[in-house]
């Protein structure tokens, strides 16, 4: 019995190597589909952009928004006022990611959310043609 429980020990901190791969779309972009909480989403691989962003209706379907801290950010389109918190999970293919950083966008006309370089960093990323590898 004592074996069992060793060997549980041991395989419990193997890590297990994951790999989702990606077809653009035809606009040549990125996107899978994820969850925050059990709230769905849709997310740009977007390696320009520093961090993880939700949209705020996304935010409220998980139960995470607020407890804010509020940041303006200038970008290309003016101003925006933005929600910096962390989420209890953060989900895409088959990666997890407990108590992450996001903001949450309150701009009602972004579509979907970004995955970062604060991510992204964490990963191996491999391109062929048409086609993206995120691997850890």
Sequence with gaps: MRAWWILL???????????LEVAAGRTGLFFVDGFVGAAPLRLLIDTGADGVTIPRTV?????????????????????IDLC???????RFGPFTFKDWPVTITTDESV????????????????????????SM
């Excluded at 020990?9 to 790999?19: D, F, H, K, T």
């Excluded at 935010?59 to 101003?79: D, F, I, L, S």
């Excluded at 979907?112 to 960093?121: K, N």
Aim: proline share 3%.
């Design 84 to 90: 910096q918190r962390r989420v209890a999970s953060l």
């Design 9 to 19: 020990a041991l395989c419990s901190n193997l890590a297990i190597a994951a790999s």
């Design 111 to 134: 579509p979907s959310g970004l995955i970062g370089t604060d991510i992204l960093r964490l990963m191996t990323i491999e391109m062929a043609k048409d086609k993206m590898r995120l």
């Design 59 to 79: 935010a409220n379907q998980a139960g995470e928004y607020g407890g804010c801290k509020w940041v303006r950010k200038m970008t290309a389109n003016g101003p």
